[in-house]
């Protein structure tokens, strides 16, 4: 059984370009979700999946970034026109919700620098 | 809005000297406190889910235990190993994201 795999693990870009982060849950979970982590910090939720459907974005979530999950299977974090303040540690986590178990399972996480 | 509060930020403890971290909290219904364990540069690893005031959860040197406004990792004999930042989170009814708190980050000198 392997767990949540993220790609990739570090990316360092320049402000202003795109980045693309991509996370492989636990192949039976059905919830998806992305946080964001700052140094000192506890992770910030950022969005979640049920199976292909968004069912929640953070109100602190810039229209700069954008997930998706096609097919319910892997997902992918974008992040448009990068800003100094977009670096941070990006970490997915995959949950499979039934009865009372609700753990979230996090992947080793995509460190994001912008120069 | 759902909150977490942990206490204390840093911690040094010698090998063998047992202590424990608190995590206080705020939520509009408790579906479950999660206890997770971050080492630098990774992500966290799940250690317990509380879901009710009373519940306990062991594993090996580490005791979690919940009361209705905070819950306490008991940490028993610790071992260098053990240093890692200790995490605490809370999910409320009607919500399906974790809410964090800042962590305790240990330190065991041997």
Known sequence: ????????????????????????????????????????????????????????????????????????????????????????????????????????????????TVT | EDQVTQSPEALRLQEGESSSLNCSYTVSGLRGLFWYRQDPGKGPDFLFTLYSAGEEKEKERLKATLTKKESFLHITAPKPEDSATYLCAVQGYGNNRLAFGKGNQVVVIP
């Open chain 1, 1 to 112: 059984d392997t767990g949540v795999s993220q790609n990739p693990r570090h990316k360092i870009t320049k402000r202003g370009q795109n980045v693309t982060f991509r996370c492989d849950p636990i192949s039976e979970h059905n919830r998806l979700y992305w946080y964001r982590q700052t140094l000192g910090q506890g992770p910030e939720f950022l969005t979640y999946f049920q199976n292909e459907a968004q069912l929640e974005k953070s109100r602190l979530l810039s229209d700069r970034f954008s997930a998706e999950r096609p097919k319910g299977s892997f997902s992918t974090l974008e992040i448009q026109r990068t800003e100094q303040g977009d670096s941070a540690m990006y970490l997915c986590a995959s949950s499979l919700v039934s009865g009372k178990l609700y753990e979230q399972y996090f992947g080793p996480g995509t460190r994001l």
